[in-house]
DNA sequence: ATGGTCGCTAAGCGA
C-alpha cells in the first residue's frame, strides 16, 4: 500500500504557554504526528482539547511538573505506548509508540536527552555526567535495533563541526565537547541509526535546530546549534523523501529557542 | 572575557 506521513518534532519550552503557535504550525504545516519535547506540563493539565480540535485524536504523554516532559500528538492511532526511565532520576524524558505506515508500522521514539549544565567536566558536574550516562543507556537499549525505528527530539548534542556557529570556540561549551560529541556517535552507529538531516544537507553547509533567546538578534547573529535530529533504521531511509528545519517558527510571537523540523516519509 | 534571556513557580534553578 503506497502511503505518505509527515511527522514533526519541536521542543517547545512549555506546551501551554506556547499553544497559539503550535497551532500555528499545525495550520501552516500540517504534520500527521508531532513530538514535542519540554512540555514542562503536569499530565492532568496537558491541553489535550485544543490538539484534539486540529485533528490529532491520539495524543500520548510523559509529563512532569515544572521540568522536562515529552508528548506525541498523532491525527493515527498510537500503539504499544512505552515511556521509559533512565538514570534512575524519574525524569520524564522519553515516550515511544508505534505508528502505521505503508502495510506495517514504524516505532517512534522521542527523546528529551539532558542538557548536562555548564562544565564540560562529569568529574566536577553531576549533570554532564547524567547527560553522559543517559547516553550510555541509550545506546544499551537502542543498539542492535531490528524494527523499523525512528528516533527524534532534542538530543542536546551539535555533533559535527557545521553543527555549530563556530567549532572553534564551542570546543568547551556542553552540547559540542568532544567526549559527548563521540558518546553520540557511538549510540547512533550501534543503532545502527542514519542521521536523515545530514543525508539531506551537506557536511559542509551549517545547519542549526537552536538559536539562544540571549542573543539580541538570533538571527542576524545566528549562532545556532543543531540540538535536534532525526535518526532513522537503515531499513526506512529509503521512505525519508524530505526533511526541513521550520526556521520561520524561532522567529513567530513568543516563540520557543528551537526550530521545528519537519520529516516527509513515502512509501510505494 | 563577560553577560546576555527565557519559563517554571514563587527565589533560584535549569536551559
Same mark, same amino acid.
Given at each position: 500500500?503506497?502511503?505518505?506521513?509527515?511527522?514533526?518534532?519541536?521542543?517547545?519550552?512549555?506546551?501551554?504557554?506556547?499553544?497559539?503557535?503550535?497551532?500555528?504550525?499545525?495550520?501552516?504545516?500540517?504534520?500527521?504526528?508531532?513530538?514535542?519535547?519540554?512540555?514542562?506540563?503536569?499530565? @492532568?493539565?496537558?491541553?489535550?482539547?485544543?490538539?484534539?480540535?486540529?485533528?490529532?485524536?491520539?495524543?500520548?504523554?510523559?509529563?512532569?511538573?515544572?521540568?522536562?516532559?515529552?508528548?506525541?500528538?498523532?491525527?493515527?492511532?498510537?500503539?504499544?505506548?512505552?515511556?521509559?526511565?533512565?538514570?534512575?532520576?524519574?525524569?520524564?524524558?522519553?515516550?515511544?509508540?508505534? +505508528?502505521?505506515?505503508?502495510?506495517?508500522?514504524?516505532?517512534?521514539?522521542?527523546?528529551?536527552?539532558?542538557?548536562?549544565?555548564?562544565?564540560?567536566?562529569?568529574?566536577?558536574?553531576?549533570?554532564?555526567?547524567?547527560?553522559?550516562?543517559?547516553?550510555?543507556?541509550?545506546?544499551?537499549?537502542?543498539?542492535?535495533?531490528?524494527?523499523?525505528?525512528? +528516533?527524534?527530539?532534542?538530543?542536546?548534542?551539535?555533533?559535527?563541526?557545521?553543527?555549530?556557529?563556530?567549532?572553534?570556540?564551542?570546543?568547551?561549551?556542553?552540547?559540542?565537547?568532544?567526549?559527548?560529541?563521540?558518546?553520540?556517535?557511538? +549510540?547512533?552507529?550501534?543503532?545502527?541509526?542514519?542521521?536523515?538531516?545530514?543525508?539531506?544537507?551537506?557536511?559542509?553547509?551549517?545547519?542549526?535546530?537552536?538559536?539562544?533567546?540571549?542573543?539580541?538578534?538570533?538571527?542576524?547573529?545566528?549562532?545556532?546549534?543543531?540540538?535536534?535530529?532525526?535518526?532513522?533504521?537503515?531499513?526506512?531511509?529509503?521512505?525519508?523523501?524530505?526533511?526541513?528545519?521550520?526556521?520561520? @517558527?524561532?522567529?513567530?510571537?513568543?516563540?520557543?529557542?528551537? @526550530?521545528?523540523?519537519?520529516?516527509?516519509?513515502?512509501?510505494?
Amino acid at each position: 500500500m503506497s502511503d505518505r506521513l509527515s511527522f514533526a518534532t519541536w521542543n517547545i519550552n512549555s506546551v501551554r504557554l506556547r499553544m497559539p503557535i503550535v497551532e500555528q504550525f499545525i495550520e501552516t504545516y500540517q504534520p500527521d504526528v508531532l513530538c514535542l519535547q519540554e512540555t514542562k506540563c503536569p499530565d @492532568a493539565n496537558f491541553p489535550f482539547a485544543p490538539l484534539r480540535k486540529l485533528g490529532f485524536e491520539h495524543i500520548e504523554i510523559n509529563g512532569q511538573k515544572g521540568y522536562h516532559g515529552v508528548a506525541t500528538a498523532s491525527r493515527r492511532p498510537l500503539s504499544n505506548v512505552e515511556k521509559r526511565g533512565f538514570c534512575d532520576m524519574g525524569d520524564s524524558r522519553h515516550l515511544a509508540a508505534d +505508528v502505521s505506515f505503508g502495510d506495517g508500522y514504524f516505532r517512534l521514539h522521542n527523546f528529551y536527552v539532558p542538557a548536562g549544565g555548564d562544565e564540560p567536566d562529569p568529574v566536577i558536574n553531576d549533570k554532564f555526567a547524567h547527560k553522559l550516562k543517559f547516553l550510555d543507556e541509550m545506546q544499551a537499549w537502542l543498539g542492535g535495533t531490528e524494527a523499523p525505528s525512528i +528516533v527524534v527530539g532534542d538530543l542536546n548534542i551539535a555533533p559535527y563541526e557545521e553543527d555549530v556557529w563556530s567549532h572553534k570556540k564551542l570546543l568547551k561549551v556542553v552540547s559540542h565537547t568532544p567526549l559527548e560529541c563521540e558518546r553520540f556517535e557511538q +549510540v547512533r552507529e550501534s543503532g545502527p541509526f542514519v542521521d536523515m538531516m545530514r543525508r539531506f544537507v551537506p557536511m559542509d553547509e551549517k545547519l542549526y535546530t537552536w538559536w539562544s533567546y540571549r542573543a539580541k538578534d538570533w538571527s542576524a547573529a545566528d549562532k545556532g546549534r543543531r540540538l535536534d535530529h532525526v535518526w532513522v533504521t537503515p531499513q526506512m531511509e529509503p521512505s525519508v523523501r524530505e526533511i526541513r528545519v521550520i526556521r520561520d @517558527a524561532r522567529g513567530w510571537e513568543r516563540p520557543s529557542d528551537h @526550530a521545528p523540523v519537519i520529516t516527509v516519509l513515502e512509501c510505494e
